[in-house]
Structures are given as C-alpha cells and as structure tokens.
Antibody, heavy 119, light 106 residues
Framework: EVQLQQSGPELVKPGASVKISCKTSGYTFTEYTMHWVKQSHGKSLEWIGGINPNNGGSSYNQKFKGKATLTVGKSSSTAYMELRSLTSEDSPVYYC????????????WGQGTLVTVSA | DIVMTQSHKFMSTSVGDRVSITCKASQDVSTAVAWYQQKPGQSPKLLIYWASTRHTGVPDRFTGSGSGTDYTLTISSVQAEDLALYYCQQHYSTPTFGGGTKLEIK
C-alpha cells in the first residue's frame, strides 16, 4: 500500500525558513516524481513543483521559484520541501502528492503539514 | 497558466438527488481533467481523471464528462457522505486547480 507520511505542524517566525518531510513506503521511491501542493485556508489548491527522486531534477511553478526548494533522500525514501522567507501568507497546509499508475491525477496524498507563521 | 473556473462556490442538494458540478478551462485541455473530493480535515481524494475515467474504488454514482473547455462531475444519487469540497484540475500542462465547489446537503 502506497503511503506518504508527512512531518508534523510547524510554528515559525516571519522571515524564517522551514523544511517539511514526506516519508514514503509501498512503492519504489525513485520511479515516481514527488509533487508538492499548497492549500491556503479557505482557498484552493496550488501546485508548487515536482522532483524526480532518481536524478534530483525538479520543476517549479513560477510563483514558487525562490520560495520553495525540493530535495530527496534516496536512502530513506523521503522527499523534502524547504520554504524560506516565510510570511503570514505562507501559513497554509502543504501536501506531498504522487500521481497514479497512469501518470495523471494525484492519486496519493500525504496527510498535510500545517505551517503557521507568527511572531 | 491555464485557469480552471468553477462558477459555483456552493451547491445545495438533497440525499438521492442528481447533482452536476461544472468546471471551465481557459483553453482547450483535450479532456485532461481530474476531479477530487475533499472532506473536512482530510487530504483531497482523486475521483476521476482523463475527464471520465473513474479512479480505483470510486463509486459508480460519480461520473465525469466533457470536452474542450467544459467539464462536469455528476453524482447520480447524492449520499450524505458526499458532503465535501470538489475540485477540478487540468493535467494538460503545469497542473492548475479550480477554486472548488462546496456541496451541501439539505
């Protein structure tokens, strides 16, 4: 069974950085791109970017370039997203997500990580 | 970026009714559309991809249709557990999502 287990909620100060993790199991980690999605409170979903765990190649939504950095740890089958220069606008829930078998549609999601930015 | 517009933020329906949720793309996305259901406190759940293909385990009361720029998710006989937010997403290019439609049960 495919599982994506994200790290717990974070409370950070404005201007700080945070690194969220997504530990995977139930499939071959290096064979599927890991994606990250943002959901602000009361708002919709935004694709942040995706990373190929096999070669580390990544693509980003232009809006999040310079804000988010995606990395992986192959040995632990874990994906990471670092967010920097956080503001209160950056206090949503972040999800890691994996496409389904036909490479379309996000069929598997982590449980979400809430990041609260507050002084 | 392709903009996905769900014109109804809220829809109210009764158990047993048929309801259709619509989504319009800013350009032709060639049926590359997925639908998701999100219940309070949960992650989104994939229902439909390629506009009309039901994901594994999705009840057959959920049906997707559409082409070009206009897409619809239909629930043939609404159940109480279908109370949720529904999002469309295009997978034609860089993924973008609609703003969501909240289905409320009368």
């Amino acid at each position: 069974e495919v599982q994506l287990q994200q790290s717990g909620p974070e409370l950070v100060k404005p201007g700080a950085s945070v690194k969220i993790s997504c530990k995977t199991s139930g499939y071959t980690f290096t064979e599927y791109t890991m994606h990250w999605v943002k959901q602000s409170h009361g708002k919709s979903l935004e694709w942040i970017g995706g990373i190929n765990p096999n070669n580390g190649g990544s693509s980003y939504n232009q809006k999040f370039k310079g804000k988010a950095t995606l990395t992986v740890g192959k040995s632990s089958s874990t994906a990471y997203m670092e967010l920097r220069s956080l503001t209160s606008e950056d206090s949503p829930v972040y999800y890691c997500a994996k496409l389904g078998d036909y490479d379309v549609g996000f069929a598997y999601w982590g449980q979400g990580t809430l990041v609260t930015v507050s002084a | 970026d392709i903009v996905m517009t769900q014109s109804h933020k809220f829809m109210s329906t009764s158990v047993g009714d048929r309801v259709s949720i619509t989504c319009k793309a800013s350009q032709d996305v060639s049926t590359a559309v997925a639908w998701y259901q999100q219940k309070p406190g949960q992650s989104p759940k994939l229902l439909i991809y390629w506009a009309s293909t039901r994901h594994t385990g999705v009840p057959d009361r959920f049906t997707g249709s559409g082409s070009g720029t206009d897409y619809t998710l239909t629930i043939s006989s609404v159940q109480a557990e279908d109370l949720a937010l529904y999002y469309c997403q295009q997978h034609y290019s860089t993924p973008t999502f609609g703003g969501g439609t909240k289905l409320e049960i009368k």
